[in-house]
């Protein structure tokens, strides 16, 4: 009997398997489910008013922290290669705009696509439903 090995195109994560995959400690924690397709990824994070940023991050008008996003952004990137290049860290924000506030009761949907197959270079999109609310291009260098 032959044992047929099939190529896996598509792989979930769950905030756990996330967690344990960038390193990251809480409250640093901030992608809670990701699927990987080939060079393009798409990430899942949800933002609750019991996150520590929104208590001083307006009072009376609570908005998610942009530098969060673009966390969040780079975490989704991470899921795709730090398994096999666990030295790269994140080394330059091109392009970062920000059009939508993100408030408590959001869910993000991060959308990253790698821009050149020779460097660690990825177009990064978060969307509020259907309307962008942050993108950026976010570059990874080794650290030694």
């Known amino acids: 009997m032959q044992c047929e090995i099939k190529e896996v195109k598509s792989l979930e994560l769950n905030a756990v398997e996330i967690k344990r995959l960038t ?4 409250p640093l924690t901030l992608l809670d489910s990701a699927e990987i397709d080939d060079d393009s990824l798409t990430g899942l994070a949800s933002v609750t008013m019991s996150q520590s940023f929104f208590q001083g991050h307006f009072p009376g008008n609570p908005v998610m922290p942009g530098v969060l996003i673009i966390e969040t952004m780079e975490q989704t990137c991470e899921v795709m290669f730090k ?4 030295d790269l860290k994140l080394s330059q924000i091109k392009k970062a705009r920000f059009r939508e506030m993100v408030k408590p009761g959001d869910q993000l949907e991060i ?3 790698r821009i050149d ?6 177009k990064t999109e978060a969307y509020l439903k259907d309307k962008l609310a942050c993108s950026a291009e976010l570059t990874f260098a080794a650290v030694k």
Request: net charge positive.
């Open 23 to 26: 390193g990251r400690k809480s």
């Open 83 to 86: 398994h096999k290049h666990p």
């Open 111 to 113: 959308k990253i696509n």
């Open 117 to 122: 197959k020779d460097e660690f270079c990825f």
